[in-house]
């Protein structure tokens, strides 16, 4: 599945208001560990059929960085069904993105 870029407009429409498995990448442009990340990131989602995966640049999206409580980045935030249910921060492995989904 492609990864989706998202922002506060579009936000509730693609994570809240999904049904099933969303895994949200919070990011920015100038952060080296998400740069890592965000590889790993697509692969996953290429791999996964149960779940949408969504991208938001913190910079560009500073409302929803706050609403979230991000404060460090990257930052994977699991949603089911629009709500929180799993939360990662740092450079994880394909493995332990995918672990986060199952939860």
Same mark, same amino acid.
């Given at each position: 599945? %492609? !990864?989706?870029? #998202?922002?506060? %407009?579009?936000?509730?429409?693609? *994570? $809240?208001?999904?049904?099933?498995? !969303?895994? +949200?990448?919070?990011?920015?442009?100038?952060?080296?560990?998400?740069?890592?990340?965000?590889?790993?990131?697509?692969?996953? #989602?290429?791999?996964?059929?149960? #779940?949408? &995966?969504?991208? *938001?640049? +913190?910079?560009?999206?500073?409302? $929803?960085?706050?609403?979230?409580?991000? !404060?460090?980045?990257?930052?994977?935030? !699991?949603?089911?069904?629009?709500?929180?249910?799993?939360?990662? &921060?740092? *450079?994880?492995?394909?493995?332990?993105?995918?672990? $986060?989904?199952?939860?």
């Amino acid at each position: 599945m %492609a !990864v989706i870029q #998202a922002n506060e %407009a579009t936000f509730k429409n693609e *994570v $809240l208001n999904a049904q099933g498995t !969303v895994l +949200v990448d919070f990011w920015a442009d100038w952060c080296g560990p998400c740069r890592m990340l965000s590889p790993m990131v697509d692969r996953v #989602a290429s791999r996964v059929e149960n #779940a949408k &995966v969504v991208k *938001v640049n +913190v910079d560009d999206n500073m409302a $929803l960085a706050q609403q979230y409580g991000i !404060v460090n980045i990257p930052c994977l935030i !699991v949603f089911k069904d629009g709500k929180e249910v799993n939360r990662s &921060v740092g *450079v994880i492995p394909e493995k332990s993105i995918e672990e $986060l989904l199952k939860a």
